[in-house]
C-alpha cells in the first residue's frame, strides 16, 4: 500500500465520480493510476519482479469494498489478481513485461477464440474478441488463439500492446455499465511465440500465489463485485427504512414486519455466503503456505463458493428490491444500477450454474464436469 494515496481516499472519490465512469462506459486512466499508487496491480506480480503478493483473501475483501461503492470499478480492479494468468510465459518475457515496473495493467478478451496464423517466429493475428474489460487503461492486452497438441487442447492467450489493436466501443448493457468491456480488433498483427501462453498452463514462477489455481482466483475475483453490491443495496434499504412514510399513509418501510423480516433475511443469507467463500480462501491459502497444494476438493469449494455467493448476492438485491416499495422502480433510484450490476457475475461462465454441477463431481471423487475447473 502507497503512503501518499490512502485507500479510504480513493473510495472517497470514487463515490464521487461513479456516474461519471457509467456515462463514459469505462474507468478511466487517471483513476485506474490510482489503484496502481494503492498497490491493487502489483499483488499477482511475481516478487522475483518486485511485485507484492498477496493473500487471495486479503485482495478479495479490497476488491469487496470497492465493489460497494461502485461495482465496475470493482471489476476492473480485480483484474490486479490476474497475472497470475501469465505465470506460464517464458522467464525471459515476464521480465519484458515488468522492465518498466511491477504494476502492469492487464485486460483482454479470450473469447471466441479466433484463428491465428503460424509464422517463423509466431503467430499472424486477425480477428474481434468481445468482453475486453479494463481494456481502455490496460498496459498489455490478451485475445485468444487456439491450442495445440502441445497445450492439451487448452486456448492460448497471446499478449499485445494495447496501440497494436482497435478497440470498437460496443457496450450497451443494464449492469456493470463502466466496465469498458468492449471488443478488441486486429487486423494482420504478428506477435512472437514467446509471447503467448497456455490458459491454466504449469507456470514457470516458484512461489506461493502462482500454486494458487489461477482461473479459481479470477472467478473470485469476479464473485466477490456481487458481494459489494449487495452490501451496497442492504445498507440502503437498512438506511432507507428508517426514512420517510408511504404516499399511501402506509407506515415506514421499518415499521412494517415483512420489510424487517425480509431485510434480516437478506442479511443472513448473504453474510453466510460471504463466510464461505472467505474461509474457502483462506483454507487454501493455508494449505499453500505450509508447503501443500491446493487439493482437488479444496479447488472445488473455491469455485463453488464463488459461484454461490454470486447467485446469492443477485437474489439478495433482487429481494431488496421487491421490498422496497414504488420508490425503487423508479429510473434514478439508485437499487436500480444495483440491480443490473448484480445480475452481471453470475452470468460470467465461472460462475455459471453448472458450477455447482462440476463441484459437486469433484466432491463425490468424479472429474469435474465443465473445463478449465482450475
Known amino acids: 500500500m502507497r503512503d501518499e494515496d490512502t485507500f479510504e481516499e480513493m473510495l472517497a472519490e470514487l463515490a464521487r465520480r461513479r456516474e461519471e465512469f457509467r456515462e463514459l462506459r469505462y474507468v478511466p486512466k487517471d483513476f485506474i493510476d490510482r489503484l496502481k499508487r494503492l498497490g491493487l496491480y502489483r499483488v499477482s506480480t511475481p516478487r522475483r519482479f518486485g511485485g507484492e503478493p498477496m493473500p487471495p483473501a486479503e485482495f478479495l475483501r479490497r476488491i469487496e469494498r470497492i465493489s460497494a461503492v461502485d461495482g465496475s470499478t470493482g471489476w476492473v480492479a480485480g483484474f490486479g489478481s490476474q497475472l497470475v494468468y501469465l505465470g506460464s510465459l517464458p522467464l525471459d518475457t515476464q521480465a519484458q513485461l515488468y522492465a518498466d515496473g511491477p504494476d502492469v495493467v492487464l485486460a483482454g478478451g479470450l473469447f471466441p477464440v479466433q484463428e491465428a496464423t503460424p509464422t517463423e517466429r509466431g503467430f499472424l493475428l486477425n480477428g474481434r474478441w468481445k468482453f475486453a474489460s479494463g481494456c481502455m487503461a490496460a498496459d498489455v492486452l490478451v485475445v485468444g488463439i ?19 489493436l482497435r478497440i470498437v466501443r460496443e457496450w450497451d448493457v443494464v449492469g456493470m455499465q463502466g466496465t469498458g468491456s468492449f471488443d478488441l480488433v486486429a487486423e494482420d498483427v504478428e506477435i512472437g511465440r514467446e509471447w503467448t501462453f497456455i490458459r491454466g498452463g504449469t507456470p514457470v514462477i516458484d512461489e506461493p500465489l502462482y500454486r494458487y489455481p489461477a ?160
Open 146 to 164: 487456439p491450442g495445440d497438441d502441445s497445450t492439451s487442447g487448452k486456448p492460448r492467450g497471446a499478449l499485445v500492446r494495447p496501440e497494436r
Open 215 to 374: 482461473i479459481t482466483y479470477a472467478a473470485q475475483s469476479l464473485s466477490v463485485v456481487s458481494a459489494g453490491v449487495a452490501r451496497a443495496a442492504l445498507d440502503l434499504a437498512e438506511g432507507e427504512g428508517s426514512g420517510r412514510g408511504s404516499i399511501t399513509g402506509a407506515p415506514r418501510l421499518a415499521d412494517r414486519p415483512y420489510y424487517r423480516a425480509g431485510i434480516a433475511e437478506a442479511e443472513a443469507a448473504l453474510r453466510s455466503a460471504r463466510a464461505y467463500f472467505y474461509e474457502a480462501a483462506e483454507e487454501a491459502w493455508q494449505a499453500l503456505a505450509a508447503g501443500g497444494p491446493v487439493g482437488d476438493e479444496q479447488n472445488a469449494h473455491l469455485r463453488l463458493s464463488a459461484a454461490h455467493l454470486a447467485r446469492t448476492a443477485a437474489e439478495v438485491v433482487g429481494k431488496v428490491v421487491s421490498l422496497s416499495g414504488t420508490a425503487a422502480i423508479y429510473r434514478e433510484h439508485p437499487l436500480q444500477a444495483l440491480l443490473g450490476d448484480a445480475l452481471v457475475p453470475q452470468e460470467h461462465a465461472f460462475l455459471s450454474p453448472a458450477m455447482y454441477d462440476a463441484a459437486g463431481a469433484v466432491l463425490m471423487g468424479l472429474p469435474p464436469t465443465v473445463p478449465a475447473f482450475r
